[in-house]
């Protein structure tokens, strides 16, 4: 009995010291799944690039960050913050606090597929945006999507050619003194159906409004069966530029190859249409097809339709998501919203029996200016602007790995406190002054800032100077919480009331 009592103690103590060894392996084992992405490519580099220096004489080492889970990398954290908590900023901040503040201003870690570095200070941003094609290029999943002869996607002397051209078509003053007063009658005559709908859901609206101008501005289209099924097809393009690069039925980038195929046949029908008759049109895609270059030619059909579509892309949500950002704040902010009453009223009175203001009346207008600026500072809808490293790039004592993606985070510099006092606030009067230098990129930088920034503001202006000389609101939901991604917009899409502003 007692050798059987001494058998069943030993039994338990091999348990014991069994679990003992398996409970300190299982941290041990996190801890080196963990590590283990970060160590393959920290070997990697060192493979490669072993002892040799920089171009100051200093051993190449990478940014510090880590890059996350196996396959993963950092995604989830991200996505974590952006979506779940609602805190985006926090994402950077977490780097910062762990390695390093204003002096590294970039971070190595591994996002959505690729490894990559995280640049977020302004003098790192400015290097990333004014470095030469050849340095940092332009990555797209399915670049057919956005086309592939289309100023976002070429690179060197046939991107300073398209760019050039489209500069010449969208922002010289005689193209914006025309937009002015084409896009005005569909404003107002939307502002007259929000206010006898009572209620609206502003991202929705604004959406409407933005696409109506669009076809007006693009392509002299008025409403009718086809432009519903333009939007449709945009609708589809944009939810397969923002999906995983997977392509076979039922997905959306499969979808969204569709949309494009029609959207194509759409635009070169138009394109053939005109050529063939004498009518003058005065739009952007007349402005596409005349326009000549240094050289005096002209683009290319395929260039004419690709960068139709890839500048209703960049322009048609991101210019709608501005102005319900600009109604959202307004309407929490009733002392910025009186000051730009009173200064558009003034306008208003100045153009006697006219309706309408005038490209010539946008620099008057002073208030508004600031208005628009802090709108597009705190709407935030490009968050992060992707390149790829062509080259091992040296920066700040680090080398970013040729191949690697790159992430501007604009994001970070508009909201940090640094930069901007109480940066979640909504303060108009903060453009008295100019913004620190390097540290305002809502449009990007460099040789591939937006060519249609001056467009963008110029659409802004208008729509807020008939909003607040005719129209009040309020939010129905002002506690709204916020979605960051894919663009930062309230749950609710900024449901609010809206009527025509009481007369005195």
């Known amino acids: 009995m007692g050798a059987v009592n001494s058998i069943s103690h030993l039994s338990m103590v091999a348990m014991v010291v069994s679990w003992a060894y398996l409970l300190g392996a299982v941290p041990l084992l996190c801890l080196a799944f963990w590590h283990a992405a970060d160590a393959w490519y920290r070997a990697a580099f060192f493979v490669k690039h072993g002892s040799k220096k920089d171009s100051n004489g200093v051993r190449r080492r990478l940014p510090p960050g880590h890059m996350g889970l196996p396959f993963l990398g950092e995604t989830i ?119 006898g709908m009572g209620t609206i859901v502003a991202s929705d609206e604004a959406k409407k409004v933005m696409f109506t101008n669009i076809c007006k501005m693009f392509v002299s289209m008025e409403p009718s069966p086809l432009t519903v099924k333009i939007n449709q097809w945009f609708t589809g393009l944009l939810a397969g530029l923002r999906a995983l690069p997977v392509d076979f039925p039922g997905t959306a980038v499969h979808d969204a190859r569709k949309c494009r195929r029609k959207l194509t046949a759409v635009f070169r029908e138009e394109i053939e249409a005109r050529k063939s008759m004498s009518k003058k049109y005065d739009d952007v895609m007349s402005g596409f097809m005349e326009t000549e270059d240094e050289q005096g030619m002209k683009l290319s059909d395929d260039e004419v339709v690709d960068n139709i579509l890839s500048a209703i892309v960049a322009g048609y949500e991101s210019t709608a998501t501005a102005i ?92 940090d406190p640094n930069y901007y006092p109480d940066p979640l606030t909504f303060n108009p009067d903060r453009w008295n002054e100019p913004a620190k230098p390097g540290t305002y990129q809502v449009f990007g930088g460099g040789y591939r800032i937006c060519p249609g920034n001056m467009l963008a503001k110029l659409q802004l202006t208008i729509m807020l100077h008939h909003l607040s000389i005719g129209y009040e609101w309020e939010l129905l939901n002002p506690n709204a919480e916020i979605n960051y991604l894919p663009h930062p917009k309230p749950v609710d899409g900024a449901a609010m009331a809206f009527r025509r502003l009481a007369t005195k």
């Open 77 to 195: 954290s991200l996505l974590w913050y952006f979506k779940r908590v609602r805190r985006p900023d926090e994402f950077i901040r977490a780097k910062r606090r762990a390695y390093g503040g204003e002096a590294v201003g970039m971070y190595r870690t591994h996002l959505f597929g690729s490894p990559t570095v995280v640049v977020c200070a302004p003098a790192a941003n400015k290097f990333v945006f004014q470095a030469g094609g050849d340095t940092f290029g332009v990555r797209w999943p399915v670049p057919e999507l956005v086309g592939l002869k289309a100023v976002g996607i070429v690179e060197g002397g046939h991107h300073t050619r398209l760019r050039g051209v489209i500069l010449g078509a969208i922002n010289r003053p005689s193209s914006l003194r025309t937009i002015a007063a084409v896009v005005q009658p569909s404003i107002v005559a939307a502002f007259n159906s929000w206010a």
């Open 324 to 415: 319900m950002w600009a109604m959202y704040h307004l309407a929490k902010s009733p002392d910025a919203l009186a000051k730009l009453r009173e200064e558009n009223v003034a306008v208003s009175k100045t153009k006697g029996s006219s309706y309408f203001i005038t490209h010539d009346d946008i620099p008057k207008m002073k208030y508004t200016a600031k208005v628009v600026e802090e709108t597009i500072r705190m709407a935030n809808i490009a968050s992060m602007m992707p390149r790829v490293a062509k080259r091992d790039v040296e920066y700040g004592g680090y080398t970013i790995p040729e191949g690697w993606q790159v992430l501007v985070m604009v994001r970070s510099l508009h909201t």
